[in-house]
């Protein structure tokens, strides 16, 4: 087959959600979910910022996956259920599919466009592969129960995405995937994770000379202004990002240039200049942190695969 199942499941939530970007927007301080980013414009800047210079993650999980690829699929096996959390345009996971032979692979992510895209593109490659998309909020409790066979199933996070939760959202979050991985025997986690490191390192990574990031950052005004009816002039916004060192999080917010009044949803929000709408953090966790977490999560075995600098960490947790 070269086709493809795909389940859109974020519609019947549109209301709630947008209910609920006002209701961050009108808040003190305002706060736009970090999700909000990827709209088409939104997903084609994050992936220019993945080949920037500074922004080391993404080429050092890709160099960590190659160096210990033969350990790594060892420590897997082959023939199980893949799925891609956050899979975006599939192609970190479709590297993997020729060494894992999965049964099926089931990509998740809440830009449909964007997915649909990476789909129709990857699908015919792998015709002999059942292909799934599902549209869905990762921010939400995940249930893929009735998506799943009785195959063990491979969860496959990387890029450091579980750095956009809390520490206590991500030990929820790690401990659904973990109640899904007990259904069958042999499921598990690989998951990508960003480490704590010199903060100006970190904070050049958020905030690059080129202002890729900066233009990402202040697109998520004009995904806003069309999801709720609002008209942020994202110009009059400055990008702003700072290392926390005392949370070890990096956090990304939009400082308002001027003072300014705007429309959301038919209320008037004043913005005083400096005034800040927070975006996004992205918490950064030595190995042994992150060990901690999985483990509070339920995970009794973890294996860590690390770059020779320290600079990123790939888990596989059953």
């Known amino acids: 087959m070269s086709d493809y199942r795909f389940f859109d499941r974020l519609r019947a939530d549109a209301a709630a959600e947008r209910r ?10 305002s706060t736009i979910a970090p999700k909000h980013f990827y709209d088409s414009v939104g997903c084609a800047l994050f992936g220019a910022i993945c080949e920037l210079p500074e922004y080391y993650p993404t080429r050092t999980e890709r160099a960590i996956f190659a160096g210990h690829r033969e350990e790594i699929v060892d420590s897997i096996g082959p023939g199980r259920q893949f799925v891609d959390l956050g899979a975006g345009d599939c192609c970190k996971a479709q590297v993997w599919l020729p060494f894992l032979a999965p049964k099926r692979y089931i990509a998740i992510d809440i830009a449909g ?4 895209r990476a789909l129709a593109r990857m699908a015919p490659e792998f015709p002999q592969l059942e292909v799934t998309g599902i549209v869905a909020d990762l921010t939400r409790a995940l249930d893929l129960r009735g998506d799943l066979g009785d195959a063990p199933t491979l969860f496959f996070y990387p890029g450091s995405s579980i750095g956009n939760f809390t520490p206590d959202e991500a030990r929820r979050f790690l401990t659904d995937i973990h109640l899904h991985c007990i259904v069958s025997i042999g499921s598990g986690l690989l998951i990508g994770v960003d480490t704590k490191k010199d903060p100006r390192r970190l904070t050049a990574a958020y ?7 900066a233009a990402f950052n202040r697109n998520v005004l004009r995904n806003v202004n069309r ?3 609002a008209n942020f002039d994202a ?3 400055a990008h702003i990002a700072l290392y926390d060192q005392a949370h070890g999080r990096i956090e990304m917010h939009l400082e308002s240039r001027v003072p300014q009044t705007v429309r959301i949803d038919g209320t008037s929000r004043v913005f005083a200049a400096g005034e800040r709408i927070h975006t996004e953090y992205s ?7 992150f060990t901690t977490l999985l483990q509070d999560a339920g995970f009794a075995s973890v294996r860590c695969w690390q770059d020779r600098a320290r600079d990123f960490a790939v888990y596989w947790a059953t």
């Open 20 to 29: 609920a970007i006002v209701a961050g927007l009108l808040a003190s301080p």
């Open 113 to 116: 466009d964007a997915l649909t």
């Open 207 to 213: 905030d690059d000379a080129l202002g890729v990031t």
């Open 227 to 229: 999801i709720v009816d």
């Open 235 to 237: 110009t009059a916004f």
């Open 283 to 289: 918490y950064k966790y030595t190995p042994a942190e």
